[in-house]
């Protein structure tokens, strides 16, 4: 080795240091936490951001967005523990999307079905803010978009249940059939069948439509086009997985988002890509622009100002007891 390139090694070191970390820095944005631990909650102006229409191609996977969470001990559900852990089959997710496809009459884009619906897994397992960065990361949305909804949906609760095993309304499930039809009772005997039958308590075809800790609704009306046992596709997996349902929500808003929700479109809506809240509003209230919708969606935007997963004492809020017992973490 010459006398001139032993003098320059050093400096050749300190470049490639210098544009590691520089590269490192620059990957590591308010988009792209850092790969590491979080002592207690997030921070308020969480790790992602909500991407324009067109990101959908350059999402990150599975498995990217895992290594992009931020963990952490801090657990204000710990009931949730279960759900939270809990990750469905890949082949019965699978074949429940194909057996049930959406794009259909012109209802969705065709992506949604080729591309989106067969993107939805489920395959996490953390805390349930652990999950619920999963699934912003991996739909391009905010986390604190999506806090906010489960704040509204369930107070953080994926699936709590009485001691007698009924299931504790808005805290997991909910949107009771209100009327028993043909159609319901179809639909709550299929639910039976994955291990608990709800018309038990509440009669014959009546049963919750959604489940989860972000309310992601099972039943599908027949006058929308017929689906196996009036299910969507999405029970069992969103009432026994947490990252699952937060997953189901986030392909919705990441669809919503890029305008392929064509039934919108068709029934003469304003509907276009970009509008994020709407979208919002579309997934509690299933129409556009309804005073339930804006309600809904004035209810999020209030959570999402006062983020109250920030405040310790909401941390001990649980739902009341009552005849059945107190309620607990369904296992």
Known sequence: MTPTLRRRLPVLSAVVVTLALLMTFALVTDDTPAIGRAEGPPPAAGYFKTLPPGAWAGLPDD????????????????????????????????????????????????????????????????TTDENIQWAACKWGLSDN?????????????????????????????????????PATRRYCSGLARSGV??????????CPKTFSIVGVMSWHDPAWGGMVDNQNGTFPFNRDSTAFALDYLGAFLRGCQEGWVSWLKNNGSAYKAGMIWDCVAVWYAGKWRTPAAEKYESLVRGALRDRPWLDPAWATREPACSEAGCPRGAT
């Open 197 to 206: 039958d709800y018309q038990r308590d509440l009669g014959a075809g009546r």
């Open 145 to 181: 978009l999506v806090r906010a909804i489960a704040v509204r949906e369930s107070d953080w609760y994926q699936y709590e249940v009485y001691s007698d095993g009924t299931c504790v309304l808005e805290h997991g499930c909910g949107d009771l059939v209100t009327r028993a039809t």
């Open 63 to 126: 498995q990217q967005c895992t290594d992009r969470v931020r963990r952490s001990d801090w657990e204000p559900r710990p009931d949730n523990q279960n759900a939270n852990l809990q990750i469905p089959s890949e082949e019965q997710v699978k074949e429940s999307w194909a057996r049930r496809p959406r794009a259909v009459q012109g209802a969705f884009d065709p992506r949604w079905d080729s591309w989106l619906l067969p993107r939805v897994t489920g395959h996490h397992a953390g």
